[in-house]
């Protein structure tokens, strides 16, 4: 269906002569030159034989080319597959299997990131959709696949009709499952749109007095939602490639930015670095990954960097919810806050009695909102699980309701949030028990030095592997932030019976990471 007012090209607007819609490195887009980069990017994917229902894996950093390439895919009725710059090449190759990708737009280089390399780790019979590469900032780079350079903004290509449905799937972000690798999370125009102007509306953007530092990756949720929100506002959205704390507070000081989103480790370093005040901001997002995020928080408010809790997911969008100035600053600071669509409807249900909790009380949150996501691609069995027959998305989360707001206090699963990213164990589970000399292997999130690590144990196969030989290994097939900072041998996993069977005591291999690490550190 239709409908230019939740179309993501809509969020473009008609008032082309307003400031300009981004700052990348300091050069200026203006709305103008986005729509005819759009356009642009549209032939050309046409061009590439890309049409309604093809999917185009995006593995670049944050520049111009993603957002157009997302804004392009819409017109066509194609589906970009958000693709993460930290991943390595056992998630590439699971992301491109899930989502039949036919192309795969990549940076030609990034930094320490060796693409090829990555790239040459993945077995085509692995990725059978996958027809060609389109390489960014160089004609090809040394692969199994066919390249072709993206050159959409620099020769012209026919138009292509559009076709606009704004309810097929458009986007599909990551997001951890029980099992190896990560579901895909399937949003649509409708969603995304209608959520960025839940955003502007509920945030009172104004084109004219509000700017964002955009320091998130437009890769997942966090990133893209902040972006949208902004641009549908009129708003400048200065953009950094990648996070660094220098360059973010040369921005910050430089172009009177009212708000940014990030972790409390982004605000953590950028404090680090300055003992100015920071006299324009008016509102910092932060989702609490760190112990000491409340200390961090009272020292940024006298710092004037106000930080605001939220709440957000893959699959109802980042920014779903988030403190107010009104609140006292205990509960502003606190995850969960006010959901940004007035249509958006939380509840809280008891994970023992199945029943609705009153405010106060704990349980498994749930939401019905228009930024719910479409559904898991591909994978019909786990949308059912996920949704309720009333519609509401059971986020596996645990909060309460506080007045017309909630409090998130913690993921309900054994999954772990490691380098901002929430990772299901078995993911690293599965690449270690593929390693030689490895039976099995259990893998847990620990406290170590006040940051968020997982530490794995394993059970041999004959002789005891060496921790470095697994290490290196990961390294090869994960992102950095997965790696164990400690592998640990054992005979066997500490275990109790249950109604439904013996069960791991994960508890208590948390309890015996940690006291091997202290041991060792003492």
């Known amino acids: 269906m239709h409908d230019d007012g939740v179309s993501l090209h809509s969020l473009i607007g008609s008032d082309t002569t307003a400031d300009p819609a981004f700052v990348f490195d300091g050069r200026p887009v203006s709305r103008a030159e986005f729509a005819r980069k759009v356009e642009q990017t549209t032939a050309w994917l046409a061009a590439q034989g890309i049409g309604k229902g093809d999917v185009v894996a995006v593995w670049l950093v944050n520049r111009v080319e993603w957002i157009a390439l997302l804004f392009a895919a819409a017109r066509l009725g194609a589906i970009v597959a958000a693709v993460n710059t930290r991943y390595r090449s056992a998630e590439v190759s699971h992301l491109l299997k899930l989502s039949g990708a036919k192309l795969l737009v990549i940076e030609a280089a990034f930094r320490s990131i060796d693409f090829a390399a990555i790239l040459a780790d993945i077995a085509g019979d692995d990725v059978p959709a996958l027809q060609k590469l389109a390489v960014v900032g160089a004609d090809a780079i040394p692969a199994q696949w066919p390249c072709v350079r993206f050159d959409a903004f620099d020769k012209p290509c026919p138009p292509a009709p559009s076709q606009d449905d704004v309810d097929l799937p458009v986007l599909l972000y990551t997001t951890s499952g029980t099992t190896k690798g990560p579901k895909l999370v399937a949003h649509s125009q409708r969603t995304l749109a209608t959520h960025a102007h839940s955003v502007a509306t509920a945030l009172q953007l104004s084109a004219q007095r509000h700017a964002l530092l955009a320091m998130l990756p437009f890769c997942g949720t966090f990133g893209m939602t902040s972006l949208l929100g902004f641009f549908a506002a009129g708003a400048t959205v200065h953009v950094l490639d990648a996070f660094e704390a220098a360059p973010a507070l040369k921005i910050l000081g430089e172009h009177k930015i009212t708000h940014t989103f990030g972790s409390d480790e982004m605000f953590r370093r950028i404090l680090a670095l300055t003992d100015a005040p920071f006299p324009h901001l008016e509102i910092c997002g932060f989702a ?25 997911s893959s699959e109802v969008q980042a920014l779903f919810s988030i403190g107010r100035a009104s609140d006292a600053f205990a509960d502003r600071i606190e995850g969960g806050g006010w959901p940004m669509s007035p249509d958006a409807k939380v509840r809280v249900r008891d994970t023992e009695t199945g ?16 930024s719910r996501f479409l559904g898991y691609f591909g994978n019909p069995e786990a949308t059912r699980d996920a949704i309720s027959a009333d519609g509401f998305f059971r986020t596996g989360d645990i909060g309460r309701l ?18 901002g990213f929430l990772v299901a164990p078995g ?3 599965d690449e270690l028990k593929s390693c030689a000399g490895v039976a099995d292997a259990q893998v847990v999130a620990v406290d170590l030095k006040g940051q968020a690590r997982c530490v794995a144990f394993v059970i041999p196969a004959g002789t005891s592997p060496r921790q470095e030989v697994l290490t290196a290994h990961l390294r090869e097939r994960l ?38 690490i202290a041991a060792e550190l003492s």
């Open 355 to 370: 029943e609705l909790t009153v405010p106060g009380i704990s349980g498994e949150i749930e939401i019905s909102a228009p």
């Open 479 to 516: 992102a950095g932030y997965k790696i164990p900072a400690r592998i640990y041998v054992v005979d066997a996993f500490p275990v109790t019976d249950s109604a439904n069977g013996v069960k791991i005591q994960r508890a208590k291999l948390r309890a015996m990471a940690m006291e091997r």
């Open 402 to 419: 506080r007045g017309g707001a909630f409090v998130y206090e913690t993921r309900a699963g054994d999954a772990m949030r490691l380098g």
């Open 288 to 312: 609490a990954f760190q112990p000491g995020w409340r200390e961090l928080a009272a020292e940024a408010e006298a710092r004037g960097l106000p930080l605001y809790g939220l709440y957000g």
């Open 427 to 429: 993911e690293i589970e």
